[in-house]
């Protein structure tokens, strides 16, 4: 029966011009790809969104969020010792199976990556794709085999998307990023792939039905039934 | 204290989960005892099953959401065979809410719907969000009169229509439900609306135009409540941007019996429980003995 629990701030660190970790006190361990609502205010912006936990330790929750917009704007601003209200864990998470296994992420879509790399056993090469600045290499090193790197500039490793990278010959494929990244993996990969979607959604519990994602099943709730979908359910156009 | 009467039938108080934005309850069941609100209106369903629409179906505007879900629902019979059994469990009163794109649809989902458990049937012509999804039964007074008229004779249970704000005038539409049969009246739906994507200069929604709900309607569905009140001599479920028990006993001093709540439900999933607690202390703290005493006292 619990609700939004408020929760500290430990610390709101920038890692690129956009890129922000921000760590809360919270001792759930949630499955690898689950995903919280987080708010840190009170009427605007008005609901609250969804981040997927970045990494946890069962005292220390960590989430990876991009300042696109008015809430990730606004949460840049929060400062350790503020609290904000946290509804979760929420969603289906990433099933854990044997190795080998690729992790491929773009963008802030590398925030499950982590914490799922913490989690799986057996070798974990992780693919990680950028647009310019380059970030988390560093924190994954202690969790896997190989990094491999691309950004769109050229700036750093492979030059084009991170996609291109990608070679289906390990024993599950693991997901996230944007919708356009999930539909070219899932093109490339024929072996076992897990994809992470993302959505904008008002409640994250499968309630208002604006995160629907046409899948084998027919539609479901990207909060609910997801946001980790098995490749084969899921339907892009 | 917080009990009120509708149509026969006692809720423990005047807070209903707005239709839409609780499923069929089973989502909220992790996160309040269910049994503790008035009743709950059930995800609008038409008699076919819809996968609603495609593209964004959610936009947050300054306060409140637009929203183009379009009807996505299993269907009645879907309702009835897979929902109606866990929610007729729960103790409390249970509205199925039936839009429609024809005549025939309306009057197959309500004599349907007639056999069942559920307390009372709330007429959706208001949905803005599917062609025909209803209200085009919604905007002029002979149409919502027909539509009505029409499903009358189909069910006994009692009739409530939830009427659109996009109405050509609220008061004559209350009323000519009210000549058509219906025994009560849910006013409001959401606001037709437009965003814009201006760097892609296009409309955020693929259908260009959604339903805006939230707090920035609260005002307006607040006055078009006391417009039906004042109307018709039926009972009134006032909604439209409810989001504390203040804003609740506004709409039942405006002239409502009951109350929904919707959009805030998306923000805080308690958030039903807070406000029925509200209700109460307030009735306390001013010495009302029951929600009689201040109900419509705004003319």
């Given at each position: 029966?619990?609700?939004?629990?408020?929760?500290?701030?430990?610390?709101?660190?920038?890692?690129?011009?956009?890129?922000?970790?921000?760590?809360?006190?919270?001792?759930?361990?949630?499955?690898?790809?689950?995903?919280?609502?987080?708010?840190?205010?009170?009427?605007?912006?008005?609901?609250?969104?969804?981040?997927?936990?970045?990494?946890?330790?069962?005292?220390?929750?960590?989430?990876?969020?991009?300042?696109?917009?008015?809430?990730?704007?606004?949460?840049?601003?929060?400062?350790?010792?503020?609290?904000?209200?946290?509804?979760?864990?929420?969603?289906?998470?990433?099933?854990?199976?044997?190795?080998?296994?690729?992790?491929?992420?773009?963008?802030?879509?590398?925030?499950?990556?982590?914490?799922?790399?913490?989690?799986?056993?057996?070798?974990v090469d992780v693919f990680l794709g950028f647009r310019e600045e380059v970030f988390f290499l560093e924190e994954f090193k202690p969790f896997v085999r190989n990094i491999h790197v691309s950004t769109e500039n050229g700036s750093y490793g492979h030059k084009g998307f991170v996609t291109e990278l990608l070679t289906d010959d390990y024993n599950t494929t693991y997901a996230c990023g944007n919708m356009l990244m999930m539909k070219a993996v899932k093109e490339r990969i024929h072996s076992p792939l897990y994809l992470s979607l993302e959505a904008h959604m008002a409640c994250g519990i499968g309630a208002c039905l604006g995160c629907s994602h046409k899948t084998k099943h027919g539609q479901q709730c990207i909060c609910k039934d997801g946001p980790v979908f098995n490749s084969e359910e899921v339907l892009f156009d | 204290m917080t009990k009120v009467k509708i149509l026969d039938h006692e809720l423990k108080n005047p807070v209903i989960a707005a239709s839409g934005t609780f499923g069929f309850g089973r989502e909220y069941e992790k996160y309040m005892d269910l049994s503790k609100l008035g009743g709950i209106s059930s995800k609008g369903l038409t008699w076919e099953k819809r996968d609603g629409n495609p593209g964004l179906r959610i936009h947050e505007t300054a306060a409140g959401i637009m929203n183009s879900i379009g009807l996505q629902n299993p269907s009645v019979k879907g309702f009835i065979r897979d929902e109606l059994p866990f929610m007729e469990k729960l103790g409390t009163y249970i509205l199925a809410n039936i839009g429609g794109s024809t005549t025939e649809d309306y009057i197959r989902s309500v004599a349907e719907i007639d056999g069942t458990s559920v307390d009372a049937i709330e007429l959706n012509i208001s949905c803005p969000n599917v062609k025909e999804g209803g209200m085009a039964f919604g905007i002029r007074c002979q149409d919502a009169e027909s539509i009505v008229r029409a499903v009358r004779p189909f069910t006994t249970k009692p009739l409530i229509v939830k009427l659109s704000p996009n109405a050509e005038d609220i008061s004559s539409m209350a009323y000519s439900c009210a000549e058509a049969g219906a025994d009560g009246i849910s006013l409001v739906n959401t606001f037709n609306a437009l965003a814009i994507d201006i760097y892609n200069r296009k409309p955020v929604f693929n259908n260009v135009t959604a339903g805006l709900s939230g707090p920035c309607i609260k005002p307006i569905a607040l006055r078009m409540v006391r417009d039906a009140a004042m109307a018709v001599d039926l009972p009134i479920i006032g909604l439209g941007g409810i989001q504390t028990w203040q804003d609740a006993i506004e709409f039942i001093m405006a002239g409502a019996t009951a109350i929904q709540v919707g959009t805030a439900n998306f923000f805080n999933p308690q958030i039903m429980l807070d406000i029925i607690q509200g209700i109460e202390a307030f009735l306390v703290s001013e010495g009302i003995k029951n929600l009689e005493e201040i109900r419509g006292i705004i003319r």
């Open positions: 029966m619990e609700g939004y629990r408020k929760v500290e701030i430990l610390s709101n660190e920038q890692l690129t011009s956009d890129m922000f970790l921000m760590k809360v006190a919270l001792k759930d361990l949630p499955e690898p790809g689950q995903f919280y609502m987080l708010r840190g205010w009170e009427g605007v912006p008005y609901l609250p969104r969804p981040f997927s936990v970045c990494d946890a330790d069962g005292e220390v929750m960590s989430f990876l969020y991009q300042k696109i917009g008015k809430g990730t704007a606004m949460m840049t601003t929060f400062k350790p010792g503020d609290h904000i209200h946290v509804l979760g864990p929420l969603g289906k998470g990433y099933p854990l199976h044997q190795g080998p296994s690729a992790l491929v992420g773009g963008g802030v879509g590398i925030a499950p990556l982590l914490y799922l790399a913490r989690k799986l056993e057996g070798p | -």
